[in-house]
């Protein structure tokens, strides 16, 4: 059974930072492209980073670019969202997300508000 775990989130100031992870357990995990998302209130679920199966590509947003860095470790079946320079405006629940044979399969989500 394909799980995926997220943690780190919570409540950090404007400018500050947070790391995210998404423990991944069930299928190969250094075998799939990991995608990090995020749903602000009211908005639409949105791609905010992805990064390949052995990390020698990642996407990102143009509104994170230059601020948030997904890594991986596939040793500890485990992806990082590293997030600097926080903005209010990324205030959202965060999802880790992965495809296996054209399922989607997403974890629980993590909250993640900007606030003073």
């Known amino acids: 059974q394909v799980q995926l775990v997220e943690s780190g989130g919570g409540l950090v100031q404007p400018g500050g930072s947070l790391r995210l992870s998404c423990v991944v357990s069930?299928?190969?995990?250094?075998?799939?492209?990991m995608y990090w998302y995020r749903q602000a209130p009211g908005k639409e679920r949105e791609l905010v980073a992805g990064?390949?199966?052995?990390?020698?590509?990642?996407n990102y947003a143009d509104s994170v670019k230059g601020r948030f860095t997904i890594s991986r470790d596939n040793a500890k079946n485990t992806v990082y969202l590293e997030m600097n320079t926080l903005k209010p405006e990324d205030t959202a629940v965060y999802y880790c997300?992965?495809?296996?044979?054209?399922?989607?399969?997403w974890g629980q989500g993590t909250q993640v508000t900007v606030s003073s």
């Open positions: 997300k992965t495809k296996k044979r054209g399922v989607a399969y």
């Open positions: 069930g299928f190969t995990f250094s075998a799939y492209s």
């Open positions: 990064i390949t199966s052995r990390s020698d590509s990642t």
